[in-house]
Nanobody, 115 residues
Framework: QVQLVESGGGLVQPGGSLRLSCAAS????????MGWYRQAPGKQRELVAT???????NYADSVKGRFTISRDNAKNLMYLQMNSLKPEDTAVYYC?????????WGQGTQVIVSS
C-alpha cells in the first residue's frame, strides 16, 4: 500500500494559479489509479480529477478547462495544476491512490482563494 503526502496549497487571489503535488511512497505506484478530491467547509468530499494507471483522465464539470491532472510514474508523483482559481475552489485537497483491495489517502493540503 502506498503512503501519500500532498503539498503546494496556500492562499491565492481569484484568477491565480497553484500546482499541488502528491508524493507517493511504497511499491507499484504506476499501477494505481490516482485522483484529487476536495472538501470545502460544511460540504462532502467531492471528486476533482482522476487519472487511471493507463492515463485516462476525468474531471469534475466545475474544474474542466481550468485544472489539469498529471503524473510522473518514474518519480512517484502526481500533480494538479489549477488555473483561473475561483473562491469556490477553496477547500482541503486530498490525494487518493486506489486499486483492487487497496485505497490510500493523504492528509490533505489547504487551498484558499480569496482577495
Amino acid at each position: 500500500q502506498v503512503q501519500l503526502v500532498e503539498s503546494g496549497g496556500g492562499l491565492v487571489q481569484p484568477g491565480g494559479s497553484l500546482r499541488l503535488s502528491c508524493a507517493a511512497s511504497g511499491r507499484d505506484f504506476s499501477i494505481y489509479d490516482m485522483g484529487w478530491y476536495r472538501q470545502a467547509p460544511g460540504k462532502q468530499r467531492e471528486l476533482v480529477a482522476t487519472m487511471t494507471s493507463g492515463g485516462t483522465t476525468n474531471y469534475a464539470d466545475s474544474v474542466k478547462g481550468r485544472f489539469t491532472i498529471s503524473r510522473d510514474n518514474a518519480k512517484n508523483l502526481m500533480y494538479l495544476q489549477m488555473n483561473s482559481l475561483k473562491p469556490e475552489d477553496t477547500a482541503v485537497y486530498y490525494c487518493n491512490a486506489n486499486r483492487p483491495g487497496r485505497d490510500s489517502w493523504g492528509q490533505g493540503t489547504q487551498v484558499i482563494v480569496s482577495s
